[in-house]
């Protein structure tokens, strides 16, 4: 008969504190969209995620640490969705990349980057951060769009289309720019099928 060794409370508790840490992140984000960064305080987004301020500093003992995660954790997981997206088409392609600058973590990420632009402590992170998702974005449009990198021009041509993408999630942050969006994501799906062949 082999030892059998008592149940801790290890293993419920570093669950507990996964939780914890993910509804602080998810919080976050949500406060940053939609409170800015001057709104969201520890306190708010640790109300919000129905957590004490105390805990909340424990995973995160700066502001800057927890708002700059909240980015990071979000962006981590909409390039996950992405990466698991079935081949569609370029247009389905095209439509689920600007979408990445139309939601709720492109709307944080832009409230994250105006602070950085005044706040010089944050401002190293978010470049860092930034730099960091920027790249993965690339790559994974260059592996969704089927693009051959090795052609003169088409890294410039898939950048171009993120940083079209960004600012279709720009104009999207005062109106609802829908309508005309879908127009320009069905085009560029059509320049770069030209573009990438």
Known sequence: MGVVTPPTDRTPKQDRSRATRRRLLEAAVACLAEHGWAGSTVSVVAERAGVSRGAAQHHFPTREDLFTAA????????????????VQGRTAVVAALVDL????????????????????????????LEARVG?????????LLAADESRPGVRETVQGFLDMAR??????????????????VTQWALLLDEALG
């Not at 990071?72 to 909409?78: G, I, K, L, Q, S």
């Open 71 to 86: 980015v990071e954790y979000v962006a981590e997981e909409r390039s996950a969705a992405l990466r698991a997206l079935p």
């Open 101 to 128: 600058y139309t939601g709720p973590l492109f709307r944080a990420a832009l409230q994250l980057w105006a602070a950085a632009s005044n706040e010089e402590q944050l401002r190293p992170r978010v470049t860092e």
């Open 135 to 143: 790249r993965e974005t690339h790559r994974i449009a260059v592996e």
């Open 167 to 184: 600012g279709l999630g720009l104009a999207n942050v005062l109106t609802d720019d829908t309508a005309r969006r879908r127009r320009v």
